[in-house]
């Protein structure tokens, strides 16, 4: 089995590739395999956002790994207007549901409840396959840990971190 523990800056060439939903690009630890067959386990650091297309990972074995974004059912929605392309946006928002956000449209995962209120809020919804790539958010993963004195990261506690009190 290959193994993978960390993340490498985007090369020109690689050895292998992984083709992956974006369900399994946000995953740190999972069993899968590369697009010709070969057993993969993937150990990543906790907390990083979500492998995007393109992005290279090293293997134990010193081999490079590209990621490609697996092609997925999913909603692309556009609006007559800016207005209520943002009232959809903020609609969907709402219920947490995971956007990627281009020039007039905007792409979720197929939902057939989610398609009905999109209808329902007059947008333009139209089934695709494509690779996903949503927003990570402004509140996803990454570095937290204090930095006490440092002012650039010196910031109160998210809300999501529960018990904790200045």
């Not at 207005?83 to 609609?91: D, P, S, V």
């Amino acid at each position: 089995m290959l193994t993978i523990r960390q993340r490498t800056a985007p090369r020109p060439e690689w050895d292998a590739e992984l083709e992956l939903t974006f369900e399994a690009r946000s995953k740190s630890r999972l069993r899968c395999f590369t697009t010709s067959g070969e057993e993969v386990g993937l150990f990543l650091e906790r907390g990083q956002p979500p492998l995007a297309d393109g992005d290279c990972l090293l293997a134990g074995d010193g081999r490079i790994v590209r990621v490609r974004a697996r092609p997925e059912r999913l909603l692309h929605v556009t609006c007559a207007s800016a207005f209520e392309l943002t009232r959809a946006a903020y609609h969907l928002g709402n219920r947490h549901v995971a956007l990627q956000i281009g020039d007039g449209w905007l792409r979720l995962l197929d939902d057939y409840v989610l398609k009905d209120m999109l209808h329902q809020l007059g947008a333009g919804v139209e089934a695709i396959e494509a690779p996903f790539q949503p927003e990570h958010g402004a509140y996803g993963g990454g570095h937290h840990h204090s930095h006490a004195g440092e002012a650039e990261f010196s910031y109160a506690p998210k809300l999501h971190q529960f018990g904790v009190r200045k």
